[in-house]
Each structure stands twice: as structure tokens, then as C-alpha cells.
């Protein structure tokens, strides 16, 4: 007790004095799992009196070391407890050095460039359960049964309500405690998903940006684009307008075609014959003596096959095609 009254007193002289920087402190380090909220310049405490405050937070593997310059003159102990809370239910987290009443009071004092090793941060929970115990460790026995005697009236007719509204929330305990691991691998999966998300971040951030670009092109040539639409729905109409008129005449053409091409289907090895013969029947007869009276001279002549340009009679010169 007399260990916590002279700190609180020195404490108290150094704070004003040097303000926890200056040439009277000493620089501690300690590694905590859990920081939550714990910032720079945050408060160093020991039994509710600032000591010290927090100069920087960083990482150390998977645990965060947090680095606090606490007054030489408050000599705290070696073996303290370094224990992150919060000084009300609503009120900011703090670094509250917790000396354990089994610590004898000859411990020497920390010195610059000591390490804490025991260290723990307490819940938010913990911090509401004694609060809850310093708002009603001060009310008397009488002001308690008034607070249940009127609650009793309150709640007066009402038990079978609150019975099932006990028992359903019961339940609904019981349902989310038979999916913890399947409510675990929803919070892992949201994890790696915003982990995905924030990976890809100037990847999404220059998508949303060429679309934002495409959507102010689209919205400057809109006009030009409804023109287009519109010169494009005349053009249909005019193209089907063309084919409604000439159907008649595009289908008879069609069925001559068809007539032609069924011809030449069915005549396919007569026209392989002429093309093969025709050819060797004039040569035949341009070969046949002259003394022989033959009356018939080159009567096949076909363009492109047996045709001789230099002479008249096999030209095919001034032949419609």
C-alpha cells in the first residue's frame, strides 16, 4: 500500500514536471496478442494514476510491441503485469501497469530497454462486468429490494411470456453454438474475400474509373447513337420494302435456277464427253487430206478450248457471251 502511495505521489510531481519524454524516463517495451483500439500517446497508468503514455505501436512477428516511456522517479517494479483496459465503459484503452500484491517490495525498479513479460488485455466484457460491479457495489441492501419489488410489478402477469421469450432465446443459443465452426468458416471466407478485394483495390479502383469514362463518352454520343439506331431502322424497313416488291420476280428466278441446275445435274456426263472429244474431233478434221473433198472443217469450235485468234473462222472474236 505504501508502494502505491509514494508512486501515485511521484507520478503525480514528474507528469507536470517532464511530461513523460524528457531526460527522467525510461523507455519499456511489451508484446501483446490483442491491442484493440490502443494508440499513440495513449496513457501509461498504474492504480489509476498516469505514469507514462505509449510512443509508437508496431509489429513484432504476429504480436504487436508497443513502446512506452514511463517516469524514472515512479520506480516500477520488475514483474509488473502490463495489461491493456479501458478507464470507463466508454472511456479510451490505456496501458495500466498492474504491480501483483505477491511481488515482493525490494523488486527492483524497470530500467531503460526492459522488455515486460507479462502482459494481457482485457476484454470489453470484462470491462462492462466491473463497471457494473462499481455502479452497484455502492447501492444498499433496502435500495435493492425496492429496485426488485417494483420490477416484480412490472413484470407482474407476465411470467409465462417471459418464460417463452427465456426459452427461445435459449434456443437460439443453442442453434448458434451447434454452428460455431460453420459461423467460423463464414467470417474466415469473409476474411480472405475482403482480403481478395483489398488486394485488387487499384485494379477495382481503375475499372470503376474506364467505366465512369465509358459511361461520359456514351452520355456525350447519345444523340449521334439515337440518330444511328434511327438510320439503321429506315434502312430495315427500306431493305424489307425492296425484297416485299421483286419477291415475284426473285423467286421465279430462283425456280429457273433450279431448273437449269437439275438440267446440268442430269446431263453431267454428256458435258464431260463434249469438253473431252470436242478437241480431238477438229484436230481430226483439220488432219484430213485436202484431196479428199472434205466439206466439213473444224464444225466444233469452243472459246477458251481449241479457239485460235489469228484466223477467222476459229475465232471467237465478236461472239456474245
Not at 513523460?20 to 496478442?33: E, K, L, Q
Not at 516511456?69 to 472511456?91: H, K, M
Not at 419477291?247 to 421465279?252: G, L, Y
Request: with cysteine; aromatic share 4%.
Amino acid at each position: 500500500m505504501r508502494r502505491v502511495a509514494a508512486i501515485a505521489l511521484i507520478a503525480a510531481v514528474a507528469s507536470a514536471a517532464c511530461g513523460f519524454g524528457g531526460d527522467g524516463a525510461v523507455t519499456v517495451r511489451a508484446r501483446f496478442d490483442d491491442i484493440g483500439d490502443l494508440a499513440p500517446a495513449a496513457p501509461v497508468m498504474t492504480s489509476d494514476v498516469q505514469i507514462g503514455r505509449v510512443d509508437a505501436i508496431e509489429l513484432d512477428g504476429d504480436r504487436a510491441l508497443v513502446t512506452m516511456s514511463i517516469d524514472e522517479e515512479a520506480a516500477v517494479p520488475r514483474g509488473v503485469i502490463a495489461r491493456i483496459r479501458r478507464t470507463s465503459l466508454l472511456g479510451e484503452r490505456i496501458v495500466d501497469l498492474y504491480i501483483p500484491p505477491e511481488l515482493p517490495p525490494s523488486a527492483p525498479p524497470l530500467e531503460d530497454g526492459d522488455v515486460i513479460a507479462m502482459t494481457e488485455t482485457r476484454a470489453d466484457l470484462e470491462d462492462l462486468v466491473i463497471e457494473g460491479v462499481d455502479v452497484l457495489g455502492p447501492i444498499a441492501a433496502s435500495e435493492i429490494a425496492t429496485l426488485v419489488e417494483e420490477g416484480a410489478r412490472g413484470f407482474g402477469g407476465h411470467g409465462k411470456d417471459l418464460r417463452i421469450l427465456l426459452r427461445n432465446f435459449e434456443e437460439i443459443v443453442r442453434g448458434y453454438a451447434a454452428r460455431t465452426d460453420d459461423i467460423r468458416g463464414v467470417i474466415v471466407s469473409l476474411g480472405r474475400f475482403n482480403s481478395v478485394l483489398a488486394s485488387r483495390a487499384v485494379e477495382q479502383a481503375r475499372s470503376l474509373e474506364n467505366s465512369a469514362q465509358a459511361m461520359s463518352v456514351l452520355s456525350e454520343e447519345v444523340d449521334r447513337l439515337e440518330r444511328a439506331i434511327r438510320a439503321l431502322d429506315r434502312l430495315a424497313v427500306g431493305a424489307r420494302g425492296i425484297l416485299t416488291a421483286h419477291s415475284d420476280e426473285m423467286d421465279r428466278f430462283f425456280r429457273q435456277m433450279r431448273v437449269i441446275l437439275r438440267v446440268l445435274r442430269d446431263e453431267e456426263d454428256s458435258l464431260v464427253k463434249i469438253l473431252r472429244w470436242a478437241p480431238l474431233h477438229n484436230q481430226n478434221t483439220q488432219l484430213t487430206e485436202y484431196k479428199r473433198f472434205v466439206q466439213v472443217y473444224q464444225d466444233f469450235i469452243i472459246c477458251g478450248l481449241n479457239e485460235d485468234p489469228d484466223d477467222p473462222a476459229r475465232s471467237c472474236e465478236g461472239i456474245p457471251e
